[in-house]
């Protein structure tokens, strides 16, 4: 089994800055794909960012050039570095990790519990 857990949210004023992290464990072979979404209250789950392993880093639209998504393969941990944010990054986020438990090539997503992240003056 995987477990991933996120730490990092909280009250932010607008213009101001978080750092969200997401450190997995249990039976980890390998990550394809390491990614951050967020849940904003009558809305549906989007991407926000994610890393591909070998392969190119995407952004939402809507936090490009303000969000930055980094990870540490060694410690099995991930970090989405928010600045400049706005009300509207409001929201319950996510970490979601493309993880192969057992060593054969098999990948599952495994999703951490959520954060609350609140941009409010």
């Known amino acids: 089994q995987v477990q991933v857990v996120e730490s990092g949210g909280g009250l932010v004023q607008p213009g101001g800055s978080l750092r969200l992290s997401c450190v997995a464990s249990g039976s980890i072979f390998g990550i394809n794909v390491m990614g951050w979404y967020r849940q904003a209250p009558g809305k549906q789950r989007e991407l926000v960012a994610r890393i591909i392993s070998g392969g190119p880093t995407n952004y939402a639209d809507s936090v490009k050039g303000r969000f930055a998504i980094s990870g540490d393969s060694a410690k099995i941990t991930v970090y989405l570095q928010m600045n400049s944010l706005k009300p509207e990054d409001t929201a319950v986020y996510y970490c979601?990790?493309?993880?192969?438990?057992?060593?054969?090539?098999?990948?599952?997503?495994?999703w951490g519990q959520g954060t609350q992240v609140t941009v409010s003056s």
């Open positions: 979601k990790l493309d993880v192969d438990s057992t060593g054969w090539g098999y990948v599952n997503p495994y």
